[in-house]
C-alpha cells in the first residue's frame, strides 16, 4: 500500500504564505498522477489540482495565480505553495497519489491513495 503523510500545515494570517508538502511511501509503486484536495468545515472535500509526470499542473479556477503546485518525482514527493491565502481558505488540505504497486516486477492496476491531510487555517 502507499502511504501519503502530509506536512507544513498550521495557523497564517490572511494574504500570508503556507508551503505543504506530501511524501508517499510503503513499498515498490509508480505513481503517475497527484495532487491536493481540501475539505472546509461542513463541505465536501473538494479538488484543488493535480501534476501529472510531466509536471503539468491544473488548478480550479479558485486558487489559480495564488496556490502552485510541484513534484519531486525522484523523491515521490509533491508540493502545494499557497499564497495570498483567505480565510476561506482554511481547511483540511489532503493529498493524493494515482499509483500502482509492482508486484513481482508486474504493475498492478492503479488506485488512488489518500493522505491523512492537515489543517490550514487563515485567520487574524
Known amino acids: 500500500q502507499v502511504r501519503l503523510e502530509e506536512s507544513g500545515g498550521g495557523l497564517v494570517e490572511p494574504g500570508g504564505s503556507l508551503r505543504l508538502s506530501c511524501a508517499a511511501s510503503?513499498?515498490?509503486?509508480?505513481?503517475?498522477?497527484m495532487g491536493w484536495y481540501r475539505q472546509a468545515p461542513g463541505q465536501s472535500r473538494a479538488l484543488i489540482g493535480t501534476i501529472n509526470n510531466s509536471g503539468d499542473a491544473k488548478y480550479v479556477d479558485s486558487v489559480k495565480g495564488r496556490f502552485t503546485i510541484s513534484r519531486d518525482i525522484g523523491k515521490h514527493m509533491v508540493f502545494l505553495e499557497m499564497h495570498s491565502l483567505r480565510p476561506e481558505d482554511t481547511a483540511v488540505y489532503s493529498c493524493y497519489a494515482e499509483a500502482s504497486m509492482i508486484v513481482g516486477a508486474q504493475a498492478q492496476p492503479p488506485r488512488n491513495y489518500w493522505g491523512q491531510g492537515t489543517q490550514v487555517t487563515v485567520s487574524a
Open positions: 510503503g513499498g515498490l509503486f509508480s505513481i503517475y498522477t
